[in-house]
């Protein structure tokens, strides 16, 4: 291969059934298109209160956090709220302000 074909190459997978298509793959001329979007797996979202983020979530909208991480020294406190099918991966950064 000299680098010129950078098609990618989609094996057969005995578990999809007629009509679908891997996620995140489409085709288009023969040639599968890795940039189309097909759906949302999570969003990231800062906040400055994850526990006050946590309950409100919890309690008024009945998600379930799947994790939390302690703060470390390379990276913020952090959640993992589950919303269905897509993750809330929410970042805690003390004196956040969404106005400012």
Request: aromatic share 8%; hydrophobic share 40%; glycine share 12%.
């Amino acid at each position: 291969m000299d680098g010129g074909d950078l098609r990618p190459v989609v094996g057969r997978n005995e578990t999809f059934r007629v009509g679908e298509r891997l996620q995140g793959v489409s085709i288009r001329d023969g040639r599968a298109d890795l940039s189309t979007p097909c759906g949302i797996s999570h969003i990231a979202m800062v906040t400055a209160d994850i526990d006050g983020f946590r309950t409100f979530y919890e309690e008024t909208i009945g998600l379930e956090t799947a994790v939390v991480f302690d703060a470390g020294p390379d990276h913020a406190r952090q959640a993992v709220v589950i919303a269905g099918a897509v993750m809330l991966h929410v970042f805690e950064v003390p004196d956040y302000d969404p106005a400012a």
